[in-house]
T-cell receptor
Framework: EAQVTQNPRYLITVTGKKLTVTCSQN?????MSWYRQDPGLGLRQIYY???????DKGDVPEGYKVSRKEKRNFPLILESPSPNQTSLYFC?????????????FGDGTRLSIL | GQNIDQPTEMTATEGAIVQINCTYQ??????LFWYQQHAGEAPTFLSY??LDGLEEKGRFSSFLSRSKGYSYLLLKELQMKDSASYLC??????????WGAGTKLIIKP
């Protein structure tokens, strides 16, 4: 089954404790992206990747890191999480960034930073 | 700056028709998407418009006017399962998706 898999689905942690949210897709998609979704603000892009070893900042990259060493994986790293990073996070992938390629989303990761 | 505007919330009756509007101001335009998102779930793709006009897909239709920076999503024969948020997103000149905050649609029996 074609899918985007995120882990964990839920995480409660404390300020300053490094964490990684994994994202994996099995559709051989070139484009991958991380979003956060907060009430009233909609989806905001954190980082995106056009292909292996190519990553770029989105609208809200501060406090986050990503890597794209393999085509299928795109982990999101919070080196020193803070309470303002409490949010619902989505990973998404598409064949490419151009044209009518719809994005396929993972089920989301709800992070709470205390 | 880039901006997508949608109504925050709408209410409609089961069996009726509802139109959800989206206006946009972006740096260039390479297409407009509509996604559906049920509470606590991931967004799922509904439609894509890049040329002016109406695209029909079953009970859902999407319209685009590039000159007016305007789109709408039309939902017919509403069902209770259509209760969800509907997200409008525009692909700008750099092929980056700019997202609206979404419209929460409440369907009443």
């Amino acid at each position: 089954e074609a899918q985007v898999t995120q882990n964990p689905r839920y995480l409660i942690t404390v300020t300053g404790k490094k964490l990684t949210v994994t994202c994996s897709q099995n559709m051989n998609h070139e484009y991958m992206s991380w979003y956060r979704q907060d009430p009233g603000l909609g989806l905001r892009q954190i980082y995106y990747s056009m292909n292996v070893e190519v990553t770029d900042k989105g609208d809200v990259p501060e406090g986050y890191k990503v890597s794209r060493k393999e085509k299928r994986n795109f982990p999101l790293i919070l080196e020193s999480p803070s309470p303002n990073q409490t949010s619902l996070y989505f990973c998404a992938s598409s064949l490419g960034a151009e044209g009518h390629q719809p994005q396929h989303f993972g089920d989301g990761t709800r992070l709470s930073i205390l | 700056g880039q901006n997508i505007d949608q109504p925050t919330e709408m209410t409609a009756t089961e069996g009726a028709i509802v139109q959800i509007n989206c206006t946009y101001q972006t740096s260039g335009f390479n297409g407009l998407f509509w996604y559906q998102q049920h509470a606590g779930e991931a967004p799922t793709f509904l439609s894509y418009n890049v040329l002016d006009g109406l695209e029909e897909k079953g009970r859902f239709s999407s319209f685009l006017s590039r000159s007016k920076g305007y789109s709408y999503l039309l939902l017919k024969e509403l069902q209770m399962k259509d209760s969800a948020s509907y997200l409008c997103a525009v692909l700008d000149s750099n092929y980056q998706l700019i997202w609206g905050a979404g419209t929460k649609l409440i369907i009443k029996p």
